[in-house]
């Protein structure tokens, strides 16, 4: 492949003459090629063909070497064979990978979809990963390569990464540093364990600001070894969650744990003779692990490192009677309960739930040990704070840094960039040219995982190669074309650096069917790490006990936490996830300084306070949220705001939590100070309701009580009789669509929400229309709080349309924009509404969302890829709301048609069902007997919100059950 | 003496009291001058309250334009509308300007068909009123909508979509109803100026203004055949009229009362929405008629008869107003059902604006209540008070119907604040300036009282020799 030439020509005419093109067109057309000497033949066709060319393919104008990759042609059984394509890839975060299927349309990716063939999601996907898409086509993703903030090329950075890595070899790679993110990618940790050979003196640094430090330090600390934990929530009885929030996607495998902890909460649910199980947790903040708990209990979250001593004393030694009541479930469920730690605990606190699991005898059953995912693993916090060290000494030549953001998000202690700013040659290879690219030398911009070659591993091992879906939009490069430099070959692209690995893994003559398969099916065969057997954890004796509980600390505590919509910051430039509603207090576009509202009222703050915040010598000033349920003395903030340098949306919105994380303290300490500036900020909330203000829209009972009252969720008062109508009703023969929502499984974490704005092109409209009232989400997630504010039980709820049979918007339609199909879905036709917002009105449940301005982007070129070319983009002036993807349903049917066979229950599903970790969403065809919305419409805990009204909504809920244990008081 | 002296109003036009019709000492000739006198005075001795009236409601119609044009180019955003409260000052004043029109309409044709003898000299001027008040509110519905440009696909117009507008929809039946009420009005309102255009025309100074007067006045030759079919044809009118004062704001009150919403969602709507309005009607019959009368020294015609009368109908209609809003609190409390009684405690304590509902009764059932008071009734001051605070009182009224049951509705998830923004207030005060400005220009060009009617008052108070001429 040519290396820094221009690429480009000024006119069709030029491009004509060169000798590529017409070879091209030549293949392009047989025997219509014109005749190239004659100016006029050449002109016609030039003419005629015009743009056309360009699309067919001659833009680049040089062969590129065939890197094949391979379409998930064979769909499972939910997925619609048709015109897009799906390709199996992964995508990683702080290194850690979930497969996904991304759908293609045209050559671009426009959807992700889960794999269903990935042990680590089983098929769904969490709201980061269906945001991922939109990331691919940001406008403020860096674009060209510069050298000192002036456009280069990649040639003249190979040529300047070589030169160095030249002048460190004459010392065996002495002063030359790479840091990475959390490497699990085989073929990378390959390249640069290659190079580290080659020139021994060079080192490798991991960092990644969300990593997994505890449990790896706490894994160290009990077997000696970093082991990697994995969980079997599905055989678990008892659940014991020490701050773990394990639904959200702050641990590793969170998909696959909420698809298992779901099904067995269904499972008792639908079945008797199945024991429910119960889940206690212990935390400072609310979260959606805790929505599920059967019984929360509120602490600091230094307050934790207590309870688990408490728990380790085990028997009827414990301290408190929550511990006690505990203890005693969790010695009545050996063998079949978890006790997970929180990934933000201190890494004593993972010791100990490691020696508790085995004293459990859960080891090998629901907690399973396996060698680590990460390629090298270590101590990253040591090796960032090395890494610091060796280039404040002057000890650092060249820093080459394979993504990530450390003048971000490093430890503030560390004061990175100062030491960065000793370094003599820095590079950066990133998405953005972010904050760090800010201060280095050259920054060249990275590919995104769609369009990249690279392989990763899963919570569990589970390797996949990742496949591009499109030709880097933007010149990017991956890091194993920069490890190329290093190692000699930058001639060598990805695709076979990629290939070449496992070509020395599978060492066998069917090597392309291996490679074949293991893109086609997203995952590699076998590659799921083994589980580790007989495993002993270091005991713990009372000195450690005493130790541990003498830890709970007094004074104001800070928690630091990864923000639940943007994560750890690298895809805060991610405008679905900036307006995605937090699960806990629905805030988009800012984050908060979380606290209690009896602490609020002793450190005299309440919302919307601007207060400074003092940590360890270190300040920012933050607004303050009251959180209903948070602990007392304990404030919560989250990273991946207060970006300076993201790109045009997230500039300048919230504070930089990380400004104030030091290493002594990296995600909680007390000893922090507030102290109250203004007051007055203002928020951007979807929801201002608490509680559900003496009304029942989420219904829940225990166990106990459904048994007693089978039909709790449906009282005598809010039915009403089949007939009540003057009209006769309609009868739907064909299919009568409808869905079901298990208020049992959902546990909040909005991946339908952004599923739905993937898959329906829907805008964004950034924190002013929203503090308006004017969000667009389609499905929203609704959070009711329940009982005593300060410490009460959090539900979430998602509302889309109804599809009401007595649809009230279509009453009030002037000019019937709004009407019923013949298989029960009440259709929006856009180009049809005047926009008179009567039918708003008139929707008890308010799902519809109106156009206010022209909120869809017409004008940034890079955005029309996103979008979903099956669904319309709609204007300013006009009324949208959930069709129950009606794009997809009738795809099915057209496809069925074709096939001349019917619509089977599974072939349509809806973006939402198909993103839900739980799978708590289910659509299908009521008129079918054995589909599974039917079934599950039949359970006595379905019941429709506002039924009472006389709607007839087709989506109804299933109500929540709880399994509260006698002996605790809370029931 | 000419009818344009300053000294020639100083002595007929005292005001006679409040059992008188007329003022003492008027025939035909007198009566004519002194309502043509308005017209034709020369255009440097209009009062300068006239001048500073109309200047101002210009500004008002200027600042009307500017906020319809940034409407237009923007979107209905630039107003403080959203979900939940998607309808916000457009709903509210499109319903309080079509009820301020009412009064006209039945001061016009109800009193008529009563045989009222006190609505001669109000009615032309009550009818204008209403026919600028529905022109101001025929703006509202267009202009709230998403997409305007397309507002008259809600007119059944044959077309190539095959589309007609779907008539169970409330807004399609204000659609009729209103362009009904406008079209009527107008055409009540124009055959009762016709005897007045010929009276123009044959007393007017310069050829230009005869020719225009001429034009309207159809040819009238003041016959005693033109004046029987006159006769006949303006009862008829009125008959069709009549129910409109009834129909129309029902109809509007449908919008309401057809949909599900709690505080929306009762029977008692249509009589109270046509209470209200014609409550709201003769308030600003009031707040017009006060000001015009004194600035062109017009009250030996329209008298503290008219006046008291007007303050009774507004006495009564605010107790029927305040009837509907007991009836409507103790329903929802009676009916026992959770959503009704909640829009109540939302109205009147819980919600965010509770206060709205207060002021509410204040201005439209406590202050009022004054009017009990002959020598309340009797005070032009307080009586224009009054009737300024029960327009206050009317529009607050259809905020609290429209926005405050739309902040909190069924599902708690959804509740919302509306705030007005400076584009709200803008286009509602803009359309307050269209209004004022289209009353001044008429009292400035057309005789604001009716010319005929008055000549008869005269004869039947018996101050001329009768002519035979049709009743």
């Known amino acids: 492949m040519k290396s820094d030439e221009p690429l480009y020509w000024r006119s069709l005419e030029e491009l004509a003459s060169t000798a590529e093109f017409r070879a091209f067109v030549e293949d392009e057309f047989p025997n219509r090629a014109p005749d190239w000497n004659n100016p006029d033949s050449r002109r016609g066709f030039l003419r005629v063909m015009g743009a056309s060319i360009l699309l067919v393919g001659a833009a680049a104008c040089t062969k590129q070497p065939k890197e094949v990759i391979v379409p998930y042609v064979r769909q499972p059984e939910e997925l619609i064979p048709g015109k897009p394509l799906f390709y199996a890839t992964a995508m990683s975060v702080a290194g850690v990978a979930t497969g996904v299927l991304a759908e293609s349309h045209l050559g671009r990716p426009t959807k992700i979809e889960g794999n269903p063939e990935h042990s680590a999601s089983l098929g769904a996907t969490d709201s980061a990963m269906q945001a991922s898409v939109l990331t691919l086509y940001d406008p403020d993703r860096s674009q060209t390569v510069t050298h000192n903030g002036s456009i280069s090329s990649w040639g003249s950075f190979i040529t300047a990464l070589a030169g160095a890595r030249d002048v460190a070899g004459l010392k065996n790679g002495l002063g030359f540093r790479i840091l990475t993110g959390t490497v699990t990618s085989p073929t990378l940790a390959t390249q640069i364990q290659d190079f580290l050979t080659e020139f021994p003196a060079a080192k490798w640094h991991q960092y990644d600001p969300c990593g997994r430090h505890s449990a790896r330090a706490g894994a160290m600390a009990a077997f000696g070894k970093p082991l990697n934990t994995i969980y079997r929530f599905d055989r678990a009885d008892v659940i014991v969650s020490l701050d773990s929030d394990f639904l959200s996607a702050t641990v590793p495998g969170n998909l696959r744990y909420a698809r298992d902890y779901s099904s067995r909460r269904r499972a008792a649910a639908e079945n008797p003779n199945v024991a429910p199980s119960r889940l206690y947790i212990a935390e400072n903040a609310p979260s959606v692990t805790g929505s599920m708990a059967d019984h929360h209990f509120r602490m600091t979250a230094g307050g934790v490192a207590g309870f688990t001593a408490d728990l380790a004393r085990g028997g009827t030694g414990a301290a408190s009677p929550e511990a006690r009541a505990v203890l005693k479930d969790l010695e009545a469920h050996r063998g079949s309960s978890i006790v997970i730690a929180g990934e933000h605990q201190p890494p004593q606190v993972h010791a100990f739930v490691h020696a508790i699991n085995q004293a459990l005898g859960n080891t090998g059953k629901t907690v399973i040990y396996t060698d680590a995912v990460e390629a090298s693993p270590v101590d990253e916090i040591s090796s960032i704070a090395d890494l610091v060290k060796d280039m404040r000494d002057g000890a650092v030549e060249t820093l080459l840094i394979l993504g990530g953001n450390p003048v971000y998000d490093a430890p503030a202690d560390l004061n990175f960039l100062d030491a960065l700013k000793r370094v003599k040659l820095r590079a950066h290879l990133g998405l953005y040219s972010s904050e760090t690219a800010d201060w280095c030398h050259w920054h060249v911009p990275e590919a995104h995982y769609l369009e990249s070659w690279s392989d990763a591993r899963a919570y569990d091992g589970t390797a996949s190669i990742v496949q591009p879906l499109i030709m880097p939009l933007y010149g990017g490069k991956t890091p194993h074309e920069v490890m190329n430099i290093l190692a000699n070959h930058a001639d060598q692209s990805a695709h076979d650096t990629v290939r070449g690995y496992w070509q020395a893994y599978h060492k066998s003559d069917d090597f392309d069917d291996f490679w074949h398969i293991s893109l086609h099916d997203g995952v590699i065969a076998g590659t799921a790490l083994p589980e580790i057997l007989p495993l002993t954890a270091k005991a713990i004796d009372q000195a450690a006990i005493a130790s541990l509980g003498a830890t709970a600390p007094a004074g104001l505590e800070i928690v630091f936490r990864p923000d639940p919509s943007v994560g750890d910051g690298t895809m805060s430039n991610n405008a679905w996830l900036q307006e995605m509603p937090k699960p806990p207090n629905k805030m988009t576009w800012d984050n908060a300084v979380w606290i209690s509202s009896k602490s609020a009222e002793r450190y005299g703050v309440t919302t919307g306070d601007v207060v400074e915040i003092e940590f360890q010598g270190r300040k920012v000033d933050g607004a303050v949220w009251i959180m209903p349920g948070h602990a007392d003395e304990s404030l919560t903030v989250h990273f991946g705001y207060g970006r300076t340098r993201a790109g045009k949306v997230a500039d300048g919105i919230g504070f930089d939590a990380y400004a104030l994380r030091g290493t002594g303290a990296l995600w909680q300490g007390t000893g922090v100070n507030i102290k109250r500036k203004s007051g007055g900020y203002k928020f951007a909330n979807t929801q201002h309701t608490q509680t559900m203000e003496e009304r029942d829209p989420f219904r829940a009972a225990t166990y106990a009580e459904f048994h007693k009252d089978p039909e709790f969720a449906r009282p005598e008062e809010k039915r009403v009789a089949k007939d009540l109508s003057l009209f006769p009703q309609w009868e739907y023969k064909q299919h009568k669509w409808g869905m079901s929502i298990d208020l049992n499984s959902c546990t909040g974490c909005n991946a339908c929400t952004i599923a739905c704005q993937s898959e329906n092109n829907i805008p964004v409209v950034g924190k002013e229309e929203v503090a308006k009232g004017r969000h667009m989400n389609w499905l929203r997630v609704d959070r009711y709080f329940k009982g005593p504010l300060d410490d009460p039980e959090m539900y979430f709820q998602p509302v889309p349309c109804m599809h009401c049979e007595n649809a009230l918007c279509e009453l009030v339609c002037p000019v019937a924009a709004t009407v019923h199909s013949a298989e029960g879905l009440n259709e929006m036709v856009y180009n049809r509404c005047v926009g008179t917002r009567y039918c708003s009105n008139n929707c008890p449940y308010k799902v519809r969302r109106f156009n206010f301005f022209l909120y869809a982007d017409w004008d940034t070129q890079s955005l029309f890829g996103v979008r979903n070319p099956d669904v319309s983009v709609r204007s300013r002036g006009v009324m949208e709301k959930c069709s129950y993807c009606v794009q997809r349903i009738n795809s099915a049917k057209i496809d069925a048609e074709e096939r001349d066979q019917p619509v089977k229950d599974g072939d349509i599903v809806t973006a939402c069902q198909q993103a839900c970790p739980a799978q708590a969403i289910v659509f299908g065809d009521l008129n079918d007997p054995n589909s599974r919305v039917a079934n599950l419409k039949r359970q006595q805990r379905d019941y429709g919100l506002l039924e009472e009204l006389n709607t007839r909504p087709r989506t109804t809920y299933l109500a929540r059950l709880r399994n509260p244990n006698p002996d605790l008081e809370k029931g | ?471």
């Not at chain 2, 403080?80 to 300007?97: E, L, R």
């Not at chain 2, 014609?278 to 006060?290: D, K, Q």
């Not at chain 2, 439209?364 to 009054?386: E, K, T």
Request: with cysteine; charged share 15%.
């Open chain 2, 1 to 471: 003496m000419k009818p344009e002296d300053q000294e020639f109003t100083s002595v007929a036009t005292l005001d006679p009291g409040p059992d008188k019709v007329i003022g003492p000492g008027h025939d035909y000739g007198s009566v004519t001058d002194e309502i043509g006198g308005v017209v034709f005075r020369p255009f440097l001795k209009t009062p300068r309250q006239m001048f500073f009236g109309f200047a101002f409601a210009f500004l008002l119609v200027n600042l009307l334009m500017i906020a319809v044009t940034w409407l237009f180019v923007r979107g209905v955003g630039v107003w403080g509308i959203d979900i939940p409260v998607a309808w916000g000052f457009a709903i509210v004043n499109f319903v309080w300007w079509i009820g301020i029109g009412h009064a006209g309409t039945l001061i016009s044709a109800i009193l008529l068909l009563l045989k009222q003898d006190w609505r001669t000299s109000i009615n032309r001027f009550s009818e204008a009123m209403t026919l600028f008040a529905v022109a101001c509110a025929g703006m509202f519905p267009i202009l709230h909508l998403g997409r305007p440009w397309l507002a008259y696909w809600l007119l059944p117009y044959p077309n190539t979509m095959w589309m007609w507008p779907q008539p169970r929809s409330p807004l399609i039946w204000d659609v009729f109803a209103v362009s009904t009420y406008a079209t009527v009005s107008l055409l009540f309102w124009f055959t009762g100026l016709i005897p007045d255009f010929a009276t123009m025309r044959d007393k007017a100074g310069n050829a230009t203004a005869r020719k225009i007067f001429g034009a309207l006045a159809m040819g009238w030759r003041n016959s005693a055949k033109h004046w029987a079919r006159y006769q006949k044809a303006y009862l008829l009118l009125a008959g069709l009229s009549t129910p409109l004062v009834v129909s129309v704001h029902s109809v509007v009150s449908f919008d309401f009362a057809v949909a599900i919403l709690p505080g929306w969602h009762t029977t008692i709507f249509p009589p109270y929405f046509v209470a209200g309005a014609i409550y709201s009607g003769f308030a600003m019959v009031l707040t017009l008629a006060i000001p015009v009368r004194r600035w062109y020294h017009l009250e030996d015609l329209i008298t503290m008869r008219h006046i008291e009368c007007m303050s009774k109908v507004m006495l009564g209609t605010g107790l029927i107003v305040a009837y509907g809003y007991a009836m409507e609190a103790f329903m929802a409390w009676y009916s026992g059902g959770q959503y009704e009684r909640y829009a109540f405690v939302n109205r009147m304590w819980a919600g965010g604006y509770w206060w709205t509902y207060w002021v509410l009764i204040l201005c439209n059932i406590l202050i009022p209540q004054a009017l009990w008071s002959r020598r309340v009734r009797m005070s032009v001051p307080a009586v224009f008070a009054i009737a300024l605070v029960v327009n206050v009182g009317m529009w607050l009224e259809r905020f609290v119907i429209v926005v405050t049951s739309l902040t909190r509705d069924f599902v708690p998830s959804s509740w919302g604040m509306y705030y007005p923004t400076i584009w709200d207030w803008s286009t509602y005060l803009g359309t307050i300036g269209v209004f004022l400005a289209l009353m001044f220009l008429f009292v400035r060009v057309l005789p604001a009282i009716s010319i005929f009617e008055m000549r008869e008052v005269v004869h039947h108070t018996g101050k001329e020799p009768t002519h035979a001429h049709g009743d």
